[in-house]
């Protein structure tokens, strides 16, 4: 009955029992096993995002998608083998990069501190550093640090787990709640669509097909739509793509909110925050730039607790892509 008892309460609280498997996170978990580890991440992140402006967007959707399935993992870093296919290749995520600088960030840190440092903490740090590099002297969010690795990863739970651009707001909320996130995480973490692309199949049938009778999506601002059909221009096209923020497409600010609401949110579940008066209520208020920037490092601290495994659980991958 006390087993019972300690599994319903994690389920109430964290959503998913994964978060208590014998252990929390907490600041500065490597201090005695890696004193470095988190300077040597820190490093290795800000050289790469350097040479390469896009990584910040590419980091900050892999940590969310990995977190929005089993939970933040690593999970989603695991190639697929011959008997199973893993959430890499679920469909959502072909579209993303940066695997392997994920994994050569990873070998620098197996150099200093062999089987130490989880690779579901190298992800979670590195989309920290990368979005906060250029734009803060500090992190933009505290990271606690205690992750171990799933040795699972599985396409289906991928394609069940994460949100999709097309969801209305019922759907999205939902979805968020079964994370233990609520109505004010969904509209703050979207506010991470300030910086990266989107690719047109995921939007085009806003400009071609909304209903299902070749129009466009009414709520969509009329000069943005023209726009996107010079750069989408069929249903057909999965290739070309654009960014989610137009004039600020790699710059991590709230500009996001200031152009939801002149209706150039680019996905349908951008534009179903604005179809609710208490999503509505929590853009208004992150038009605000200290307010967005405060709220978000308190929607990513909960984010990046979701479904963890902790203690025994799980294991130290030595490279990311593939179980010890």
């Known amino acids: 009955m006390r087993s019972q008892a300690f599994i319903l309460v994690c389920m109430v609280v964290f959503g998913v029992v994964g978060t208590c498997h014998g252990g929390s996170l907490k600041k500065g978990f490597y201090n005695n096993t890696c004193p470095n580890a988190e300077a040597i991440i820190k490093n290795a992140t800000e050289k790469r995002v350097a040479s390469d402006p ?10 969310f998608h990995d977190c929005f399935v089993r939970g933040c993992d690593a999970s989603v870093l695991l190639n697929s083998t011959t008997n199973k296919t893993a959430e890499k290749d679920a469909i959502p995520n072909l579209t993303l990069a940066g695997f392997d600088v994920i994994d050569d960030i990873k070998a620098e840190v197996e150099k200093k ?16 550093d990368a979005v906060s590099f250029k734009v ?4 933009l969010w505290e990271v606690l640090t205690g992750r171990r690795d799933s040795r699972v990863s599985r396409i289906s739970e991928a394609l069940a787990n994460l949100p999709s651009p097309f969801s209305n707001f019922t759907t999205l909320v939902q979805n968020f709640a079964n994370k233990g996130l609520n109505v004010q995480d969904l509209v703050v973490l979207s506010g991470g669509h300030t910086i990266g692309v989107g ?18 999506d009414p709520s969509l601002n009329a000069t943005y739509a023209t726009f996107l059909k010079t750069q989408c221009q069929s249903l057909s096209d999965n290739t070309t793509f654009v960014v989610m923020d137009p004039g600020s497409g790699i710059t991590f600010d709230n500009n996001y ?12 579940s951008d534009a179903a925050l604005l179809t609710n008066k208490s999503s509505r209520d929590v ?33 130290i991958r030595k490279k990311c892509y593939v179980v010890n």
Request: proline share 3%; glycine share 8%.
């Open 283 to 315: 853009v208004d208020k992150l038009l605000d730039s200290k307010e967005f920037f405060k709220e978000f490092a308190k929607s990513m601290g909960k984010m990046g607790a979701i479904g963890v495994l902790t203690g025994n659980a799980g294991e």
């Open 54 to 63: 896009t990584l910040p967007a590419r980091f900050l959707r892999m940590h």
């Open 136 to 139: 803060s002297q500090t992190p």
């Open 257 to 268: 909110y200031v152009t939801l609401k002149q209706n150039k949110g680019l996905f349908q």
């Open 199 to 216: 690719h047109c199949n995921a939007f085009s049938n806003r400009l071609y097909n909304f209903t299902g009778n070749g129009d466009q």
């Open 113 to 128: 501190c062999p089987n130490v440092v989880s690779c579901a903490d190298v992800l979670a740090l590195a989309a920290r």
